[in-house]
């Protein structure tokens, strides 16, 4: 079965750089959301979009910014990157109220 | 504010035996409960997915608990093995929009020793 896709899986960036994270979700789920979880951390909700509009907003610095396009997949977009935002970004799918599915994950290493 | 707790935070068994995992949460007002499957570095694999109007749910050796009144759930994992070394972790879906955000705990790694 499908599964979420998410590229790239690794990044490497220097600070204040931007970087771009693309999600696609399983065919036919309607919404996506977006985990940061930071090492030795459990992952910490930052934003979702439920049929390309933004849905709910978490614990998401101004310096990110993401949407869902038409083809329902997403991409989150970080500017002025710091060392802090060294983590692993995951993105998530699901029907309308079903389990959400995780992506591998895309490990991102701000030096 | 919803917070959930894992205990323990690590557990080492020896093989063959029977565990249960505990998540506790703080409001009862949740949509859902997902437990997850997280190896070192890589994704988070849902192992079982409980309705707030369910008690229990199971998927082969596992067996996840709901008490919804009492802000508890267990996963219950029969005749563990090595491959189950794992951290897993609980989520809970809070609202009652198809946009719930999870919040998660922070896991109980889990070793089980051949």
């Known amino acids: 079965a499908a599964g979420v896709i998410q590229s790239p899986r690794h990044l490497i960036k220097e600070k204040r750089e931007t970087a771009t994270l693309k999600c696609y979700p399983i065919?036919?789920?309607?919404?996506v959301y977006w985990y940061q979880q930071g090492p030795g951390q459990d992952p910490q909700f930052l934003i979702s979009?439920?049929?390309?509009?933004?849905?709910d907003k978490g614990s998401i610095p101004d310096r990110f910014s993401a949407q869902q396009f038409s083809d329902y997949h997403s991409e989150l977009n970080m500017s002025s990157l710091e060392l802090g935002d060294s983590a692993l970004y995951f993105c998530a799918s699901s029907l309308w109220g079903g389990e959400q599915f995780f992506g591998p994950g895309t490990r991102l290493t701000v030096l | 504010k919803q917070e959930v707790t894992q205990i323990p935070a690590a557990l080492s068994v020896p093989e063959g035996e029977n565990l249960v995992l505990n998540c506790s949460f703080t409001?009862?007002?949740?949509?859902?409960l997902q437990w997850f499957r997280q190896d070192p570095g890589k994704g988070l694999t849902s192992l079982l997915l409980i309705q707030s109007s369910q008690r229990e749910q199971t998927s082969g050796r596992l067996n996840a608990s709901l008490d919804k009144s009492s802000g508890r759930s267990t996963l219950y994992i029969a005749a563990s093995q090595p491959g189950d070394s794992a951290t897993y972790l609980c989520?809970?879906?809070?609202?009652?929009?198809?946009?719930?955000?999870?919040?998660f705990g922070q896991g109980t790694t889990l070793q089980v020793k051949p």
């Open positions: 989520a809970v879906r809070v609202g009652s929009s198809n946009t719930g955000k999870l919040i």
């Open positions: 979009f439920y049929e390309k509009m933004q849905s």
């Open positions: 409001d009862s007002a949740i949509y859902n």
């Open positions: 065919p036919r789920h309607d919404t």
